[in-house]
């Protein structure tokens, strides 16, 4: 995180609508191209062997009140920012949960007052093919709402196992929660439960039915089919090109390729990847 843009462009170069991603309300981590030159030589060890770093600018009046203290005595408007988290588990919102996560490795905790009712992932996003795309849908980003047609039936799609989300349909309105992350870990199921409820009480809705993946060891699809009530299994590739005519709202038939690493197939194997008709 840099106090300003002008301090970001030390350290990474970018093209008109990376610098707009990265100054917009939404204030996402923007990947963007390192620049070489004394000033990044002391972030070698940020983002090793890769030719991008990951910036974002404030965002909170706290973050804003701490460059502002750092300004007062001189000191750096860079800092290099981390999910207070053990990897695998949840975001910590709590000074306890902090505190046992990391009781060794922490010299001061700069705490709130205020709960935290949704923990929420920073957005990533990335200008690929002359377009800003998210690579990580969360906070100032989702829960993200879209019309799309035909979809009367209230129900939930689970997501698969690694890097889940949840997607809540019902009344032609499609509302993607954020990023939840990998449901291996007790405190990440817990927070996914915790999603899959919260996102049909703020819409006042009875879901109806549930859509998971086709492997039945998921804890995903446990949830899904543990609500009694109708459900239904797709296969993950399949899914994954269900996602992207939703997404680009296509309904002509199309041939797809999906190249997505492995997902149980139609025939019980684990298949690599996925071809496909659809009409």
């Known amino acids: ?45 940020v983002a090793p062997n890769v030719p991008y770093l990951g910036v974002m600018l404030p965002y909170s009046p706290l973050h804003y009140l701490l460059f502002e203290s750092l300004r007062e005595i001189s000191a750096t408007q860079v800092l290099v920012m981390t999910s207070a988290n ?13 505190v046992s996560s990391f009781p060794e490795q922490l010299d001061f905790i700069l705490d709130h007052n205020r709960d935290i009712q949704n923990p929420c992932d920073d957005s990533l996003v990335h200008f690929v093919g002359n377009k800003i795309r998210p690579l990580r849908l969360a906070r100032g980003y989702a829960p993200l709402s879209v019309n799309i047609e ?56 009875q879901i109806t039915k549930t859509v998971t993946d086709l492997h039945s060891r998921y804890f995903s699809t446990h949830c899904g089919q543990s609500m009694g009530i109708e459900h239904e299994s797709v296969q993950h590739h399949f899914a994954h090109t269900l996602a992207v005519l939703a997404e680009h709202n296509i309904s002509t038939p199309v041939m797809s390729f999906v190249f997505d ?6 025939d019980g194997t684990i298949w690599g990847r996925g071809f496909k008709s659809h009409s």
């Open 1 to 45: 995180m840099t106090a300003t843009e002008w301090v970001a462009r030390s350290y990474v170069t970018g093209v008109s609508e990376e610098w707009q991603a990265l100054n917009c309300s939404s204030r996402p981590i923007v990947l963007m191209e390192k620049v070489v030159s004394k000033d990044t030589i002391g972030l070698d060890g």
């Open 86 to 98: 053990v990897s695998g588990d949840v975001l910590a919102t709590e000074y306890a949960h902090v």
């Open 150 to 205: 035909g979809a009367d039936q209230a129900l939930l799609a689970m997501g698969a196992q690694q890097k889940s989300t949840i997607a809540f349909v019902s009344q032609n309105m499609l509302t993607l929660s954020p990023y939840l992350g990998e449901l291996e870990s007790l405190s990440v199921q817990e927070r996914y439960q915790n999603m899959m409820h919260w996102l049909p009480s703020i819409y006042h809705t």
């Open 261 to 266: 690493g492995t997902g149980l197939g139609d």
